[in-house]
Each structure stands twice: as structure tokens, then as C-alpha cells.
């Protein structure tokens, strides 16, 4: 299966800083189908981004993906303040489906 | 506006089996895929499998292998979930995620199931 390993695990921040996280594959990740979610405590996750570049509906432009064979991004432009939260990223390119382990976004 | 509602928490004996349901309205069932996945306390997202309506074709990790079977019943829009022989690893919360039928990526998540295993 393909080993998806996001970095840093943590990282304390201030509104309005830019950041971006990365997600690395074991392997190559076909088709670039790779999609990133946010999720807050007590909340199911919600998809921001899908093909490592397509932002979902109603995703604010401050998010961008990008990336292709085993490394991708996600960036988000000017921190919000809810924009704190654990961001994972999930492979699709190839059974079974594999999630990373996590980047968790706090406030500084 | 599709939403997808799981049934309630579980607890539950260690050895036993529990069993998830996800019933999806104001949107389609048979054309996507669904999946569940799981969230064990502070722990990160576990896919355990998928289902795809229309043609019946599932697929599971190899972790859960033998121990978990995800059906669809059409004529409700209902997907579900057993998992036996539970353990305290089982704790976690339950998911539900809807997907394209030939994208994996998950648009749409359930509510979420807490099963708690504890004797």
C-alpha cells in the first residue's frame, strides 16, 4: 500500500502567516489523485482540495494544492483564524486508500 | 443540500460485533461510492473500505480483511458496516464518506458512529 507521510506534525503559527504542508507518497501517485482535508475537533473532515490542485466547492482561494508523483503541497496563503485545525492528505490513485497521518495547524 | 446520517453510538462487549448504518438524502446513492472510515481517540483517519452501489463491487484493507463487510440496500439509500470480533483497538468514531464512482476523493461525510468496546 502507499505510505503517505505529512510534515511537520505540528506547527504554532500567527493569523495571517502563510504555510505550507507537505504530503509524501511511498510511491508515485497515479493521476496526481491525491485530495487534502481539514478537520476540527469534534467535526467530521471536510475537503478542500481533490487531483492535488482542484479546490472543492466552496473552498476559499486562500487554499492551493499542488504536487504530482510523490510529493505534494497544500498552501494556504493568510492564516484565518479558522483556518486552525489538523490537515490530512489521502491517495486515491491506488486500492486500498490511504490517508496521512496528519499536520496539526495551531495558533501561536 | 446531500447529507448522510449515521445511526447512533455503540458500546460493546469485547468478541462481539457492531453494526454502522448511513443513510444518504437529498442526493444520489447508486452512482457514487461509499466508504468508511475511522478515527480511533487523537488519532489520525483510517479508510477501511468502500462500496459502490450500482455494481456491488467492495473493496476493503487488508487490515480489516475478514472482519469487516460493508453492504448497500438501493431501495433505501443505506449503506452499512459490521465489523466483528471487536477489541478496545476498535474503539473510535465511524465514518461514512461519499465519493465519485470512479474518484476517490470524499466530498460528502457522515455525521460519525462512536463504538465503544469495553468490557
Known amino acids: 500500500e502507499i505510505v503517505l507521510t505529512q510534515s511537520p506534525g505540528t506547527l504554532s503559527l500567527s493569523p495571517g502567516e502563510r504555510i505550507t504542508l507537505s504530503c509524501r507518497a511511498s510511491q508515485s501517485v497515479s493521476n496526481s489523485y491525491l485530495a487534502w482535508y481539514q478537520q476540527k475537533p469534534g467535526q467530521a473532515p471536510r475537503l478542500l482540495i481533490y487531483s492535488a490542485s482542484y479546490r472543492a466547492t466552496g473552498i476559499p482561494d486562500r487554499f492551493s494544492g499542488s504536487g504530482s508523483g510523490t510529493d505534494f503541497t497544500l498552501t494556504i496563503s493568510s492564516l484565518e483564524p479558522e483556518d486552525f485545525a489538523v490537515y490530512y492528505c489521502?491517495?486515491?490513485?491506488?486500492?486500498?486508500?490511504?490517508f496521512g497521518q496528519g499536520t496539526k495547524v495551531e495558533i501561536k | 443540500q446531500v447529507q448522510l446520517v449515521q445511526s447512533g453510538a455503540e458500546v460493546k462487549r469485547p468478541g462481539s460485533s457492531v453494526n454502522v448504518s448511513c443513510k444518504i438524502s437529498?442526493?444520489?446513492?447508486?452512482?457514487?461510492?461509499m466508504s468508511w472510515v475511522r478515527q480511533a481517540p487523537g488519532q489520525g483517519l483510517e479508510w477501511m473500505g468502500r462500496i459502490s452501489p450500482i455494481i456491488g463491487i467492495k473493496h476493503y484493507a487488508q487490515k480489516f480483511q475478514g472482519r469487516v463487510t460493508i453492504t448497500a440496500d438501493k431501495s433505501t439509500s443505506t449503506a452499512y458496516m459490521e465489523l466483528t470480533s471487536l477489541t478496545s483497538d476498535d474503539t473510535a468514531v465511524y465514518y461514512c464518506?461519499?465519493?465519485?464512482?470512479?474518484?476517490?476523493?470524499?466530498?460528502?461525510w457522515g455525521t460519525g458512529t462512536t463504538v465503544i468496546v469495553s468490557s
Open positions: 464518506a461519499r465519493s465519485g464512482f470512479s474518484s476517490g476523493y470524499m466530498d460528502v
Open positions: 437529498g442526493g444520489t446513492f447508486t452512482s457514487h461510492t
Open positions: 489521502q491517495q486515491y490513485g491506488r486500492s486500498p486508500w490511504t
